[in-house]
């Protein structure tokens, strides 16, 4: 059965350095959506990408990130300088069909900012 | 604003027992509606969806209830197991969003007693 995978599963930085978390969304999916979860809370939405461009962005969403989809298979989130609230859990997740459908989401990349 | 959530943090329930996870929503414009199982260190596995057009939709021993009334939503597990131990969320889909954001609840935590 086909799955998102997500790159690494555990990615350790120092304040102010650049990450870029990496997904592999399933082969013949056409939107693209990264999530955080904050240890202990929901799941919140980040931003979502179609066509090549982003489609919704959340208010966290803001210019230290940003998502590139940058050959066929990839699917990147970059935060340009990672503050210490930036730590949580990223889901990549990807979703087949227009309008209303099931997004499957990936294991995660536990992102920890010292 | 925007909100989903449940009305418990934890369910302990007895192995063979029914089980019953609420979960409120707020936006009554949404029309899509998830229910997401997750595991400790993993993403969100999806169990069942439910569209606004349905009141009730059954899977393998899942079965969901909305009710869009009081604008409630409710996952029973039937003879559940001691895998079925995670914790549960349920998210919406906005009507007017094309994207697929989802708005996730802030989960319910289900312990399965043996």
């Known amino acids: 059965e086909p799955e998102v995978t997500q790159t690494p599963s555990h990615q350790v930085t120092q304040m102010g350095q650049e990450v870029i978390l990496r997904c592999v969304p399933i082969?013949?999916?056409?939107?693209f959506y990264w999530y955080r979860q904050i240890l202990g809370q929901k799941v919140e939405f980040l931003v979502s990408?179609?066509?090549?461009?982003?489609?919704?962005k959340s208010e966290i969403f803001d210019d230290q990130f940003s998502v590139e989809r940058p050959d066929g298979s990839n699917f990147t989130l970059k935060i340009r300088s990672t503050k210490l609230e930036d730590s949580a859990m990223y889901f990549c997740?990807?979703?087949?069909?227009?309008?209303?459908?099931?997004?499957?989401f990936g294991p995660g990349t536990r992102l920890t900012v010292l | 604003g925007e909100s989903v959530g449940l009305h418990l943090p934890t369910l302990s329930v007895q192995e063979g027992d029914n089980s019953i996870i609420n979960c409120a929503y707020s936006?009554?414009?949404?029309?899509?509606f998830i229910w997401y199982k997750q595991e400790s260190g993993k993403g969100p596995q999806f169990i069942i969806d439910?569209?606004?057009?349905?009141d009730k939709r059954q899977g393998q021993r899942v079965t969901v209830l909305l009710n869009k009334t009081v604008k409630h939503l409710s996952l029973q597990i039937a003879a559940t197991q001691p895998g079925d131990s995670a914790v549960y969320f349920c998210?919406?889909?906005?009507?007017?969003?094309?994207?697929?954001?989802?708005?996730f609840g802030q989960g319910t935590t289900l312990q399965v007693k043996p």
């Open positions: 997740a990807s979703r087949r069909e227009t309008g209303k459908g099931t997004q499957y």
């Open positions: 082969s013949n999916h056409l939107y």
């Open positions: 990408f179609y066509n090549n461009e982003i489609s919704e």
């Open positions: 936006n009554s414009a949404s029309d899509y």
């Open positions: 439910i569209r606004s057009n349905m």
């Open positions: 998210a919406e889909n906005y009507g007017s969003s094309n994207t697929g954001k989802l708005i």
